[in-house]
């Protein structure tokens, strides 16, 4: 299971994506591989249909942080 994203997680990175859906509450990190807005985690994988925008994280102060290591998360327990 991943562990919880802390604080300082969200100080650290300016620019984060989340899923364009109105539903959306959990900032990801972003793939800095990726061409487009994607997160570092699986999710987009996981939602094909999904599409992903980048904004920025203090923003957002009321969503969820991923939880994921890849993303905002520590490591898998």
């Given at each position: 299971?991943?562990?919880?994203?802390?604080?300082?997680?969200?100080?650290?990175?300016?620019?984060?994506?989340?899923n364009?859906?109105?539903?959306?509450?959990?900032?990801?990190?972003?793939?800095?591989?990726?061409?487009?807005?994607?997160?570092?985690?699986?999710?987009?994988?996981?939602?094909?249909?999904?599409?992903?925008?980048?904004?920025?994280?203090?923003?957002?102060?009321?969503?969820?942080?991923?939880?994921?290591?890849?993303?905002?998360?520590?490591e898998?327990?």
């Open positions: 299971m991943s562990q919880p994203a802390t604080p300082e997680a969200r100080t650290d990175v300016e620019i984060g994506v989340r364009r859906s109105q539903f959306a509450d959990t900032l990801h990190r972003q793939d800095s591989d990726a061409d487009e807005p994607r997160p570092a985690c699986p999710e987009a994988e996981y939602r094909e249909d999904a599409e992903f925008t980048d904004v920025p994280v203090a923003a957002y102060p009321t969503y969820d942080l991923c939880g994921n290591p890849e993303c905002f998360g520590r898998w327990r």
